[in-house]
């Protein structure tokens, strides 16, 4: 119930395609989604996030799109870079039920743009 | 950057030693993590606190404890080392609400062997 599932593992993509990447949740109560991009050697950083009274949100070439009723949301990263290899985690929080803002993170996937 | 450093940086230690990471910060934010991050799992929360001597614990505590004494610091201690807590260890830390972003530090390498 406290999982947040996490697709593909590992992805290529040529440079100016599109990347996506999927996550799914079973816990209803999550109402905070944020990505994380991490970089080889760094923390993680956050990327954007979503809440899920709206069913897209968009900042330059990333978009996370959401459907409360599956209960999965992904990340779509346009025009991809080879600079935008890097790992990305998915995860979910509770924030209006607990302000601790503990996160559930997904497992992860690598993503490799090629010039 | 978020001001959060973690200390020390990589570590090799022998299985049945207690080991203890520090983190730092220097933005006075309320709430500190300790995260482990292993392949194919993600990152996992170990501990958390709330607020000085206020702790919790995360998806996997076992084997681990916290302390936190003072706003700025947050230390995880392995009473006895273990080869399955080989990992890389992140803090991070958050104001709450309004504002949920977590900031991430640099991350502990941790060898037992």
């Known amino acids: 119930q406290q999982q947040v599932k996490q697709s593909p593992q590992s992805l290529i993509v040529q440079k100016g395609g599109i990347s996506i990447i999927n996550c799914a949740y079973e816990?209803?109560?999550?109402?905070?989604f944020p990505w994380y991009q991490q970089f080889p050697g760094k923390g993680p950083a956050l990327l954007i996030a979503i809440r899920p009274d709206v069913s897209e949100k968009k900042e330059g070439r990333f978009t996370i799109s959401f459907n409360k009723s599956a209960k999965q949301f992904s990340l779509h990263i346009m025009d991809s870079q080879p600079g935008d290899s890097a790992t990305y985690f998915c995860?979910?929080?509770?924030?209006?039920?607990?302000?601790?803002?503990?996160?559930?993170f997904g497992q992860g996937t690598t993503l490799q743009v090629k010039p | 950057d978020a001001g959060i450093t973690q200390s020390p940086r990589h570590k090799v230690t022998e299985t049945g030693t207690p080991v203890t990471l520090r983190c730092h910060q220097t933005?006075?934010?309320?709430?500190m993590y300790w995260y482990r991050q292993d392949p194919g799992h993600g990152l996992r929360l170990i501990h958390y606190s709330y607020g000085v001597k206020d702790t919790d614990k995360g998806e996997v505590s076992d084997g681990y404890s916290v302390s936190r004494s003072k706003t700025e610091d947050f230390l995880l201690t392995l009473e006895s080392a273990t080869s399955s807590q080989t990992s890389v260890y992140f803090c991070a830390i958050s104001e709450g609400v309004p504002r949920y972003e977590q900031y991430f530090g640099p991350g502990t390498r941790l060898t037992v062997t």
């Open positions: 816990n209803t109560a999550f109402d905070y």
């Open positions: 933005e006075n934010h309320r709430y």
């Open positions: 995860a979910a929080s509770m924030v209006s039920v607990s302000n601790t803002g503990k996160l559930i």
